[in-house]
Structures are given as C-alpha cells and as structure tokens.
C-alpha cells in the first residue's frame, strides 16, 4: 500500500524547495539593454559635437582672426586710395613779389638749384607783357619742394623779398581774390597798401600800377588776398572810404569784374563809334544836312 505521504511529498509544492522569495529579475531581453546603451553613447556622442561647434578649435579661430585682419588691411588700403585721391601731391609752389624784370628763364635757375623742376611760369598780361609779379614752380619731388620753401622763401632778389608757398591745388580757389583799387594818393607806398589792406586778411601779392613815361604811381593797384572771404571784407570795408593822405573815395572791386565792365565799355564805345561815323558818311553821301 502505498504510503500517502510519499505522495502527499510530491504533491506538495513546498517539499524540498527553499522558502525564500526568488529575487525580480529583469524581464526585458538582453537584446533591448544594447539598444539602450547604445542610445546613450549616441547621445553623450551629439552633446560633445554641439559643444565642439559651439566653441570654435584653434585652427578655427587662427582662420577668423586671419580674416579679419585681412578685411582692415583692405579697408586701410581703401582709404589709404580714397584720401591720396582728394589730395592732390604737394609739389606746386606760387611764389610772390617777383622783381618786374625777371623772367620765367631767370625763376628756373633760381628754382632748378634745389631740384628738378617740371614746370615754370610768370605770370603776364598776354597783350602787354606786364608782370603780375608772381609765378608758378612745379617740382618733379614733394620734398624738392618743401625744401624750396624753406631755403627760398625771403629771399631778397633785386628790390624784391621772395614770399614761397604751396599753391592752393584748385584754380577756382583762387577766383574773385584779387581787387583793382583806384583813386588811390599819388605817393602811396606798397607798405602803406600792407597797412590799408591787411587789416582784412593775407595779402598774397600786390602791385602799385605807374606810369610807363613818368615811372610815377598812378594812384591804382592791384591787391590780391588768400582767399576770397577776405577781399569780400575787404570791400565792404573799404569802398568809397577816403584813406590817409588821400582826395577821393576809394574804388574798390573784384579785378575779374572791372575787366569785363572794362572790355564792355570799349565795345559799347566802338559800338557807337561806328554808328556815328557810319551816320556821317551817310548824312555825306546824301547831302544831308
């Protein structure tokens, strides 16, 4: 007969096993942990590129920096261009107080002894030939120049003390500068002009016309100042005024202005000079009376 507890032994669950709980295990196949740590070198991978990028390496920066002093070396060029564009080159000079007598081939020689010079001029009245007394010398050398003006500049020539400068680089600078003064006394001297006319600015260059037979003044000058704000005030101050030593009012005008008024008058006179002549021959040919 079979004994019941045998199996009763077998039956029993609890027969020859450990009463302690097994642990929880995970469920999740060995296949899904790979994925996860994969997953996550993946992303530490992404987080370390975008810190990368966000900093730029050193070859990265040395590249930014090159570049940069590239594009000011290029903007430096470009003004560098831009102002020797506006500046015209320094090698013009004017120079003031020439001696009646000396001509363009007497100012080379002066001039030529501190350098090349390529061009020399003294400025006439194209129908007489009159001195202005002044003149213009271009150096081949800026420096030729400056060290004319240095050296040159005062010298005494003749009766005359040379005044050296750079010209002024635009012509239209230098319009409506010079005055035609008349009524002038007699006897005026050319430091008596400094006193009247340098009250209202610099007085570049003057002349106290005379009479070609005589040699005596003719009581009218040309006063040319620096520049044209000052020979305005010089006007405006000055005309119709009666100076020491003097007669009669001052006439003071723009020179440019009393040569057109002057070139006018004579057309205008040769104008009515030949139609009262033109009339006469006619009132002649005709018998009339």
Not at 113 to 136: A, H, L, N, Q, W
Not at 159 to 169: D, G, T
Request: hydrophobic share 25%; charged share 25%; aromatic share 8%.
């Amino acid at each position: 007969m079979e004994q019941k507890g045998g199996a009763s032994n077998d039956a029993n669950p609890r027969t020859g096993w450990s009463t302690q709980q097994p642990e929880q295990q995970n469920c999740q196949p060995a296949g899904t942990e790979q994925q996860q740590e994969q997953q996550r070198i993946k992303q530490e991978f992404a987080d370390m590129t975008d810190q990368r990028e966000q900093q730029p390496q050193p070859q990265q920066q040395q590249q930014q920096q090159q570049q940069s002093h590239q594009q000011q070396q290029q903007q430096q060029q470009q003004q560098q261009q831009q102002t020797k564009g506006n500046e015209e080159p320094r090698t013009n000079l004017i120079i003031n107080y020439l001696p009646q007598s000396m001509t363009e081939k007497d100012l080379y020689s002066l001039f030529v002894t501190i350098g090349p010079v390529e061009s020399c001029r003294v400025m006439k009245d194209y129908k007489t030939g009159y001195s202005y007394g002044f003149g213009f010398v271009n150096y081949a050398k800026a420096e030729d120049a400056a060290t004319a003006i240095s050296t040159l500049n005062g010298l005494q020539v003749q009766n005359k003390r040379l005044k050296v400068s750079f010209a002024r680089p635009s012509g239209e600078e230098i319009k409506e500068t010079n005055l035609y003064v008349t009524n002038l006394p007699r006897n005026i001297t050319e430091s008596q002009i400094d006193d009247i006319f340098s009250k209202y600015g610099n007085i570049v260059q003057k002349n106290i016309l005379k009479d070609k037979l005589t040699g005596l003044p003719r009581g009218v000058a040309f006063v040319r100042f620096d520049k044209r704000e000052e020979a305005q005030e010089a006007i405006a101050r000055l005309h119709g005024t009666i100076p020491q030593g003097g007669t009669e009012p001052l006439s003071v005008k723009i020179a440019e202005e009393h040569g057109k008024q002057k070139a006018a008058y004579y057309a205008g006179w040769q104008a009515g000079y030949n139609q009262s002549r033109d009339t006469a021959v006619s009132k002649s040919m005709y018998g009339e009376d």
